[in-house]
């Protein structure tokens, strides 16, 4: 029987790839570094043949000023090549080899690189020391790089001053974009070489990790958000001006974990004011809605892995942030054309952000004259965190006009007198700040203690039985 090289998913190789020590990646291992952003590496396929090939996923490249592809390689170039002498090579943009020796000592050298054309550069291990990272200790080799000419003299290049990593278990500690070793450059996507630091990775599991959908609306019953929404437009031609600014409070009430995702119901108060021309109404609304949130495939990809929906774009992470960038940097097919092409857009272009357990899209755009559009966090309440400004949306009614209940006396010492309130209505009183501080059910007397309340300005919120919401101030 013929003996047949084997293309196997990379998940079913963790061991086999393990054996030798300061391996450069590992198959069965995702790991994330810093770079502009988060960088991701993992391994799709193995194919075995006496030597191992690792072919890392794809990431976006530029070919030229007009040409992007999404299946060439890897921002570590577009295979790695393990052989059994310890050498882990990696191949460039213009097809060039990168090796590094992972089984050098201390001041051993060798050529790393040497094109047709251009600077050779050697490599050597500078040091191996213990080091604790990510909560780990390791033993951790050091390798810096030299560029000589073509009569085997050392040059200034800056190559000279980047160094990579590699630790005995866990592969690399730091490491660059081998895709553009050692000066390559891709001008429209912003990069160059780079040194790059392990901040997190799977198997063990520590330090960052890829957040998905369902993390970012990871909410528990009493959490609070609070988002401010602004939107602005103004035809100069037609004298025409409209502005919007939305306060909204999700208040969450409840959650229910299924076997698909994450039930929730919450309540939802917003203040909205409408500005035309220079005539501002105001309304206030106020809602208990029943959602669901389901996993996301495309959101849930890692940092800099392509999403292939309506357009072709990546996500990038920075910490518990991730980024869809604005249409401007979105990739499409041209018929005709063999490979992707920005897309070129216009109106006010943002890029929407997600937190991790703090929800989202907030964005901001004022790129263009008389147009913007914000939604911006300005608090949270998650278990005892807190963080920001509590919104209070009825503090920004005019009361002598918007009130449709009396209360007296005003200001109140023990009892709050209410008029224009039916039987079997729910109040609520809420402070300065936005705190529920009482609450109850108007029965035949209409009246409220406020005996235990502290000196201070309230808010009576009054729900009649067919949710009609009336609302008025106070003082005690």
Not at 219 to 225: N, T
Request: include cysteine.
């Amino acid at each position: 029987m013929s003996k047949l090289p084997l293309l196997l998913a990379a998940t079913f190789l963790p061991l086999m790839l393990v054996s030798q020590n300061y391996q450069t990646v590992n198959s069965g291992r995702t790991s994330l570094f810093s770079g502009v952003g988060t960088k991701a590496i993992r391994i799709d396929s193995v194919h075995v043949s006496g030597d191992s090939t690792l072919y890392p996923f794809a990431t976006i490249q530029q070919h030229d000023i007009e040409c992007f592809s999404v299946d060439q390689a890897s921002l570590i170039g577009p295979k790695i090549i393990i052989r059994n002498n310890g050498q882990n090579l990696f191949i460039n943009r213009n097809n060039d080899t990168i090796t590094i020796n992972t089984g050098a000592e201390v001041n051993e050298s060798w050529v790393a690189f040497q094109p047709a054309q251009g600077h050779k550069i050697i490599a050597m291990v500078t040091s191996k020391e213990k080091l604790t990272f990510l909560g780990l200790d390791d033993s951790v080799k050091t390798i810096g790089f030299q560029a000589y000419d073509g009569n085997n003299q050392p040059v200034n290049h800056s190559i000279n001053e980047k160094t990579i990593q590699l630790s005995k278990e866990y592969g690399f500690k730091q490491v660059m974009n081998f895709y553009l070793f050692p000066d390559l450059e891709s001008p429209e996507l912003d990069e160059t070489l780079i040194s790059m630091e392990l901040i997190g990775m799977t198997n063990p599991q520590v330090g960052l990790q890829n957040f998905t959908w369902l993390d970012v609306f990871d909410f528990q019953s009493e959490d609070e958000i609070h988002i401010i929404e602004t939107s602005t437009e103004e035809e100069i031609f037609s004298n025409i001006s409209r502005s919007q600014t939305k306060m909204l409070i999700f208040k969450y009430l409840t959650r229910n974990d299924t076997l698909n995702g994450l039930n929730y119901a919450y309540s939802l108060e917003q203040g909205i004011h409408n500005t035309f021309n220079g005539t501002t109404t105001y309304q206030y609304m106020f809602d208990t809605i029943n959602t669901s949130v389901f996993p996301n495939p495309h959101f849930d990809k890692l940092s800099g892995e392509p999403v292939f929906a309506e357009w072709v774009f990546v996500y990038n992470q920075y910490g518990n942030e991730k980024v869809e960038p604005d249409m401007n940097n979105m990739f499409t097919y041209d018929l005709g054309y063999p490979c992707l092409g920005r897309i070129i857009a216009d109106g006010c272009l943002h890029s929407s952000s997600y937190n991790k357990g703090l929800g989202g899209p907030y964005y901001s755009c004022s790129n263009l004259p008389g147009q913007s559009m914000d939604r911006t966090l300005v608090y949270y309440k998650k278990g005892n965190t807190t963080w920001g400004m509590p919104l209070t949306i009825v503090s920004i009614e005019n009361d002598a006009e918007k009130s449709e209940i009396e209360v007296y006396p005003n200001p109140a010492s023990d009892l709050l007198y209410i008029k224009n309130v039916t039987p079997d209505s729910n109040f609520e009183i809420w402070d300065i700040t936005g705190k529920t501080v009482a609450r109850g059910m108007f029965s035949h007397a209409n009246t409220i203690s406020v005996q235990n309340l502290t000196k201070g300005v309230y808010f009576l919120i009054v729900t009649g039985r067919n949710g009609e919401v009336k609302t008025c101030r106070f003082l005690k």
